[in-house]
T-cell receptor, first 109, second 115 residues
Framework: GQNIDQPTEMTATEGAIVQINCTYQ??????LFWYQQHAGEAPTFLSYNVLDGLEEKGRFSSFLSRSKGYSYLLLKELQMKDSASYLCAVMDSNYQLIWGAGTKLIIKP | ETGVTQTPRHLVMGMTNKKSLKCEQHLGHNAMYWYKQSAKKPLELMFVYSLEERVENNSVPSRFSPECPNSSHLFLHLHTLQPEDSALYLC??????????????FGPGTRLTVL
């Protein structure tokens, strides 16, 4: 079956760095997405990786290793507004998104 | 209006009621999706429409009935629901259903409670 694994919850301190991991096993691979979802709001797109390596976008970076079925989202200079759930999703061979359950990130002052 | 909108934002209904959820996208996209989001579970894809034709139905119970009258509007008709159907229902759209960098844009969701 298809599976996406990510930690349920993480806690970090304002101003620090946090890395959220995602491992996947899917039928084919057509890219990996990270979304941010604040409580009670819509998921919003953060990043897309289809080739191995690191994609940097401001304070957020996303890494992909296709051979290991592994990605991480790196958040730097954490701010209180970064408290949210972070969703990892893989597009399989049918171009269907397979979603992880999300990682709830709690930022403490 | 911009992006993807959904109405109502909150809905409480009894098991014998009939109600409909509405989604509208203002992005010129050709594909629309219904997802169910339950607490601490992955997003569950329910239905996919591409150019107003249904292309995916992930074994969803018949008490959920989708309708896509045009590429900008999507409905989810609800009938004889069960308490376990209580969840956040998210609508999303994308340029197409396939191809690289096919980012999905989400609406704010409808929080459904079935009594």
């Amino acid at each position: 079956g298809q599976n996406i694994d990510q930690p349920t919850e993480m806690t970090a301190t304002e101003g620090a760095i946090v890395q959220i991991n995602c491992t996947y096993q899917t039928s084919g691979f057509n890219g990996l997405f990270w979304y941010q979802q604040h409580a009670g709001e819509a998921p919003t797109f953060l990043s897309y990786n289809v080739l191995d390596g690191l994609e940097e976008k401001g304070r957020f970076s996303s890494f992909l290793s296709r051979s290991k079925g592994y990605s991480y989202l790196l958040l730097k200079e954490l701010q209180m507004k970064d408290s949210a759930s972070y969703l990892c999703a893989v597009m399989d061979s049918n171009y269907q998104l397979i979603w992880g359950a999300g990682t709830k990130l709690i930022i403490k002052p | 209006e911009t992006g993807v909108t959904q109405t109502p934002r909150h809905l409480v209904m009894g098991m014998t009621n009939k109600k409909s959820l509405k989604c509208e996208q203002h992005l010129g996209h050709n594909a629309m999706y219904w997802y169910k989001q339950s607490a601490k579970k992955p997003l569950e894809l329910m239905f996919v429409y591409s150019l107003e034709e249904r292309v995916e139905n992930n074994s969803v119970p018949s008490r959920f009935s989708p309708e896509c009258p045009n590429s900008s509007h999507l409905f989810l008709h609800l009938h004889t629901l069960q308490p376990e159907d209580s969840a956040l229902y998210l609508c999303a759209s994308s340029r197409m259903t396939s191809g690289d960098y096919n980012e999905q844009f989400f609406g704010p969701g409808t929080r459904l409670t079935v009594l």
